[in-house]
């Protein structure tokens, strides 16, 4: 508390907001492109044994690739040490295919 203080005395013009906003926004350039998060989605989904090696990004976990919950709970568990990022399992249950974890991995700041 004493820090944030000393902050706000140091900036008086700069709320809290702007400081959040700081901590939240990574630099330009720092996220992963387009094509490494697929790349390293379709690996991570290879992991998962009952998938097919011909998997595509576009097929939907439950019905074309037969993922149950406990299946899904793998795959985030792989993609969440391939990024090195927490998904949430909100987050989680939206995943319908690939693509939507490449979606969501590109616009985590984190994700490395």
């Known amino acids: 508390m004493l820090a944030l203080r000393s902050l706000k005395q140091t900036f008086p013009r700069i709320g809290r907001a702007a400081f959040s906003a700081v901590a939240v926004d990574a630099p330009a350039g720092s996220y992963l492109s387009i094509q490494e ?65 490449v979606q969501y991995i590109s616009k985590h700041p984190k994700a490395r």
């Not at 390293?40 to 976990?61: A, D, H």
């Not at 406990?70 to 909100?90: C, M, S, W």
């Open 37 to 101: 998060i697929e790349a390293r989605v379709l690996s991570s989904l290879k992991r998962v044994p009952p998938c097919p090696v011909n998997v595509t990004l576009e097929q939907n976990f439950a019905s074309d690739l037969k993922f149950d919950s406990g299946l899904r709970k793998d795959l985030n568990e792989h993609i969440a040490q391939e990024f090195a990022v927490h998904i949430p399992n909100a987050d989680v249950e939206k995943f319908v295919n690939g693509a939507a974890v």
